[in-house]
């Protein structure tokens, strides 16, 4: 990797999924749903790329994936769309020795609210390569998915982040991200942020 700025920043395709998901097992911390592994991923992320919802993008750096973000313009739909798509590799996940652990936290998630109020728009992922941070590249994705945002008249949408990551919430913050609630996902705080775009 260069010590500057991504090179290209592109919509995301199926062939940058093997990439992603190595970034995404590499650089997301905290996150059960990473936690499921590769298969897993993969299926997600095939998934939400066949959605007409979803927008994403890569940060490219001399033809390697230095960030990616992946984003809904109708998160209920996107959500109807990719859970039956990944059922299968969430089984076989779930049946792995890590699996029992796991599969409390999905278990729990079935009975936990849903924040409110609905917002159809939400950035469902965000994650940059370690060591390229602090170079403003999370700063383009977002700046790139708000740019489609205002194209689409989408005006607001919705982050969760885990709430022990300080880092991450201050990132958001610094973007003009507003705290909006905590709520208990899969068993641990969720906070949730929202932002007007253009705002």
Known sequence: MTTTEADDLRTMRVHDVAQVVDLQRA?????????????????FHVAA??????????A?????VAGFAVVSTD?????AHVKPRVLLPLVRALMSPRGARLGVGIVR????AEPEPHVPAELLLLVVDG???????????????????????????????????????AFYLALGFEPEQELIVLGH?????TKRVGG
């Open 27 to 43: 650089f997301l911390d905290g996150s059960i749903v990473t936690e499921l592994g590769s298969d897993f991923l993969t299926a």
């Open 49 to 58: 790329l066949a959605h007409p919802a979803t927008r994403a993008f890569v």
């Open 60 to 64: 490219m750096d001399e033809g390697v």
């Open 75 to 79: 998160v209920a739909a996107f959500n």
């Open 109 to 112: 998630s079935l009975f936990e």
């Open 131 to 169: 060591r390229m941070r602090r170079r403003g590249i999370g700063q383009r994705l977002v700046a790139s998915l708000e740019e489609t945002f205002a194209r689409e008249g989408i005006s607001r949408y919705r982050v969760a982040v885990r709430s022990h990551l300080m880092v991450a919430r």
């Open 189 to 193: 705080p969720m906070t949730y942020l």
